[in-house]
């Protein structure tokens, strides 16, 4: 995400976004670079405040996935949790 980079890399004076055709039979433009688990009216600031998008409209606002892992030599046969019981992880 967008906030990612700026903790991650705060040394850095700039971060690059890339303004993406989503599809050949759409009209919309997807931000490359820029997905952020921000409200929508933070969105809509930060995206208000890039040169040239400052009138744009958003169709569909970011939104961020968080992903976890499990380490498959904790589990039984039946995907049970060996550690907490009845726990399954499928």
Same mark, same amino acid.
């Given at each position: %995400?967008?906030?990612?980079?700026?903790?991650?890399?705060?040394?850095? *004076?700039?971060?690059?976004?890339?303004? *993406?055709? #989503?599809?050949? %039979? +759409?009209?919309?433009?997807?931000?490359? =670079?820029?997905?952020? %688990? /921000?409200?929508?009216?933070?969105?809509?600031? /930060? +995206?208000? %405040?890039?040169? =040239?998008?400052? @009138?744009?409209?958003?169709?569909?606002?970011?939104? $961020? !996935? #968080?992903?976890? $892992?499990?380490?498959?030599?904790?589990?039984?046969?039946?995907?049970? @949790?060996?550690? !907490?019981? @009845?726990?399954?992880?499928?």
């Amino acid at each position: %995400s967008i906030e990612d980079k700026l903790v991650r890399f705060a040394d850095k *004076e700039r971060h690059q976004i890339f303004l *993406e055709p #989503e599809s050949e %039979s +759409l009209d919309t433009t997807y931000v490359q =670079g820029f997905s952020t %688990s /921000m409200p929508h009216d933070v969105q809509e600031e /930060m +995206l208000h %405040s890039l040169p =040239g998008l400052e @009138n744009c409209v958003i169709e569909k606002y970011a939104y $961020a !996935i #968080e992903y976890d $892992a499990i380490d498959p030599l904790q589990c039984k046969p039946t995907l049970e @949790n060996k550690i !907490i019981e @009845n726990l399954y992880t499928a």
